[in-house]
């Protein structure tokens, strides 16, 4: 099946400081969306990226898909920036979204 | 609008009891996944639904089976609860495979 990884698997900043986070996967996708999961577990989508940029306040995204990756761009960051990130992806062809370990982000004050 | 509601929120099982996750959506979405989170771990798709009528196996379905109620419906029952099983359990929809993922606020399920 398709492998997702995701780097690095922990990040602490301070708050202010920028972040990028990277999403590697080893088939061709469908589609791609970045989940924020908050420190009370609950899961957020934050972008469905197949491909190109998107933006969203602070954070923005892009996909490269013929080169099999994506990238989370977080700026400015605060402490309710802290959490897990997941990319998930779903393989050309298929129903299943596929999740990575995620990014353990710590956003101190 | 509710989204996706998933019951119970927490539950303890001993082992070899058995039970029934809930989950209903209301965004008339066509796809319904279920998916469960281990510590420190990603989330794995146990079951997926991706029509009403249909229903397909994930990544991790073994000790697990569902029923596709209705549209709006999607249950995961454990008929012999094992320690293994130990996890925080999150239910999906989607409204076609090439949109975005919805999620419950999941079920954190104990077995002892």
């Known amino acids: 099946g398709i492998q997702v990884e995701q780097s690095p698997p922990d990040l602490i900043l301070q708050e202010g400081a920028n972040s990028t986070l990277r999403c590697n996967f080893s088939?061709?996708?469908?589609?791609l969306q970045w989940f924020h999961q908050n420190p009370w577990g609950q899961l957020i989508n934050l972008f469905y990226?197949?491909?190109g940029t998107k933006q969203n306040g602070r954070l923005s995204a892009t996909t490269v898909a013929t080169e099999r990756y994506s990238l989370l761009y977080i700026s400015s960051s605060q402490t309710t920036d802290s959490g897990v990130y997941f990319c998930?992806?779903?393989?050309?062809?298929?129903?299943?979204?596929?999740f990575g370990a995620g990014t353990r982000l710590f956003v101190k004050a | 609008n509710a989204g996706v509601t998933q019951t119970p929120k927490f539950q303890v099982l001993k082992t070899g009891q058995s039970m029934t996750l809930q989950c209903a959506q209301d965004?008339?979405?066509?796809?319904m996944y279920w998916y469960r989170q281990d510590p420190g771990m990603g989330l794995r798709l146990i079951y997926y639904?991706?029509?009403?009528?249909?229903?397909d196996k994930g990544e991790v379905p073994n000790g697990y089976n569902v029923s596709r109620l209705n549209k709006r419906e999607f249950s995961l029952r454990l008929e012999s609860a094992a320690p293994s099983q130990t996890s925080v359990y999150f239910c999906?929809?989607?409204?076609?495979?090439?949109?975005?993922?919805?999620f419950g606020n999941g079920t954190r399920l104990t077995v002892t």
């Open positions: 998930a992806v779903e393989r050309t062809g298929g129903f299943k979204t596929i």
């Open positions: 639904s991706a029509s009403e009528g249909t229903t």
């Open positions: 999906a929809s989607t409204m076609v495979d090439d949109s975005p993922l919805h």
């Open positions: 990226i197949p491909s």
């Open positions: 965004m008339n979405h066509n796809s």
């Open positions: 088939d061709s996708v469908n589609n």
